[in-house]
């Protein structure tokens, strides 16, 4: 045994039983009989000896070709940095899985040519004894984010629909019914815990590693495996509610009304709108963060006439938003209104390096669903052409923004590289600096990665 291989086997806490049996098993079998199958099972022996089998899950058929190597759920901090120096001793590819929500194939999956470090055990949620700040796993949902704090009546600025994971949202930037009044949920991060390409265990927040702090709030998994977020709260509880539906010839009366909304002098940074426009319905879901009769600042939506009321001006409580929340967000094509202080909120928190324009404007995103698989492609079209006509048309009439939201971007996008050349080049050199080996570039398979801006 070389004194390289046993000098690993000691960093992750192997006997030199088990670092023999490592070498034995990866002599005798291999996936596909490559090198990188060999790795990979010489990863996923040592990941399961080292960790505990229970933690290790390998797929019994290693044919079918959307299965990694294998899967590994660690529980804590410790075994995401062991399995970041198993990565690094066998070299082979890997993605992370918070909470798999990722529309874009290959972000938070892989197939056999790699292993998938899937974080859903790492989901608790505690809140401080003064209910400052939630500590939070990255494995862990909103809804269950929401239902474990909501008791003691506090909130935090995260994801709009229950299922969607806390990691991929945070490191996208993340937009919240509370962006208005609180800038970004990254701009709520009060500290994370990060495991680095090289295993050691970091905490980046205002004064400890605050380049990373900064990068990390909107800079994708360019930086580490994030293993807990603190997030600080805000004091709200009970909200106001009301829901109604449009029918799609009413489109330009609703928009309009969008319009002026967001537009009014006196914006109150209180008041969100979900609106998304179907081809069969326009929904509208108006939302005021405190208790209160119907805001005066939703009068342009009461002005359009709705063809239902799904829920009627209601005061209730955050956690019910979020139980209503699957039926409203829906799959079709969205806008997000974004204030001009939602800029300024991020910099008096130390800023982040997305570049939000700092002036009202909205993000939209346009969605499909479709049936068959033989249509992928062609959907896939009229989504990209969809996107080069509203481009098309902004930079027509004056108004067109390059800022793309990583959350909502689509593969062939490059929200990175939207966020300024200034910006862009200072996360490389902190990637550079925390990830001198540039792992996460080279065997991270997915992801808006720095490599690709
Ligand atoms: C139904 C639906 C509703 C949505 N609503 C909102 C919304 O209200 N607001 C909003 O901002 N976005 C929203 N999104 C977009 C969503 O925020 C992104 O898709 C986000 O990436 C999902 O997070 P996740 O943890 O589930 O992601 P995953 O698919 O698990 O991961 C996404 C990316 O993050 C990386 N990653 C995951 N965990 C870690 C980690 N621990 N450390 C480092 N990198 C990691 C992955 O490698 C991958 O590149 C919604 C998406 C869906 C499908």
């Not at 058929?61 to 299965?67: D, F, G, L, P």
């Not at 929500?101 to 989901?123: A, C, F, R, T, Y």
């Not at 509203?390 to 027509?396: M, V």
Request: aromatic share 10%; glycine share 8%; proline share 5%.
């Amino acid at each position: 045994m070389n004194s390289t291989f046993s000098d690993f086997c000691h960093n992750i806490g192997l006997s030199e039983a088990s670092a023999v049996q490592i070498q034995k098993a990866s002599r005798q079998r291999t996936v596909g009989d490559t090198d990188e199958g060999s790795r990979i099972h010489s990863f996923c022996i040592a990941a399961q000896l080292s960790l505990g089998s229970e933690k290790v899950d390998v797929p019994p058929s290693q044919t079918c070709i959307a299965e990694p190597g294998c899967i590994v759920l660690p529980h804590t901090s410790n075994d995401v940095s062991k399995i970041m120096k198993i990565i690094n001793f066998f070299d082979v590819k890997f993605a992370i899985r918070s909470g798999g929500h990722s529309p874009n194939p290959g972000w938070s999956s892989i197939g056999s040519e790699g292993v998938l470090l899937d974080m859903q055990k790492m989901n608790h949620v505690s809140l401080s004894s003064d209910n400052l700040v939630a500590t939070v796993g990255p494995g862990a949902r909103w809804g269950e984010v929401i239902a474990a704090i909501s008791p003691r009546r506090v909130a935090v600025v995260g994801g709009r629909i229950p299922i969607v994971g806390v990691a991929g949202l945070l490191l996208g930037g993340g937009y919240s019914y509370l962006t208005g009044e609180f800038g970004t949920a990254a701009d709520s991060v009060k500290n994370y815990e990060v495991v680095l390409a090289d295993g050691s265990i970091v905490h980046a927040n205002g004064d400890e590693n605050s380049d990373l702090f900064w990068a990390l709030k909107g800079g994708g998994p360019n930086f580490g495996v994030i293993t807990r977020f603190d997030l600080f709260t805000v004091s709200i509880s009970d909200v106001w509610y009301e829901i109604m539906l449009y029918t799609p010839d009413q489109a330009f009366h609703v928009l309009d009304a969008f319009a002026q909304w967001q537009q009014d002098k006196d914006f109150d940074i209180k008041s969100s709108v979900t609106l998304s426009i179907g081809l069969d319905i326009i929904t509208v879901a108006l939302l005021y963060s405190t208790p209160t009769d119907p805001p005066s600042c939703f009068k342009p939506f009461y002005a359009v006439q709705p063809a239902q009321v799904a829920v009627p001006s209601t005061n209730g409580t955050s956690a019910q938003v979020y139980e209503m929340a699957y039926g409203v967000v829906s799959s079709e094509p969205m806008r997000h209104h974004v204030a001009a202080n939602v800029a300024d909120f991020g910099r008096s928190r130390g800023g982040n390096p997305m570049g939000i324009p700092q002036r009202a404007h909205q993000w939209w995103t346009t969605l499909a669903d479709w049936r068959e698989a033989k249509d992928d492609e062609l959907v896939r079209s009229v989504t990209i052409e969809t996107t080069q006509q509203w481009k098309k048309l902004g930079i027509q009439r004056g108004s067109y923004l390059p800022f793309t939201f990583m959350n909502d971007a689509s593969r062939d996008q490059n929200p990175l590289a939207s966020y300024g050349a200034d910006n862009l080049s200072k996360l490389k050199v902190i990637s550079r600096k925390y990830d001198p080996s540039q792992l996460l570039q080279r065997l991270q398979v997915g992801g808006f990665l720095l490599l690709r801006a």
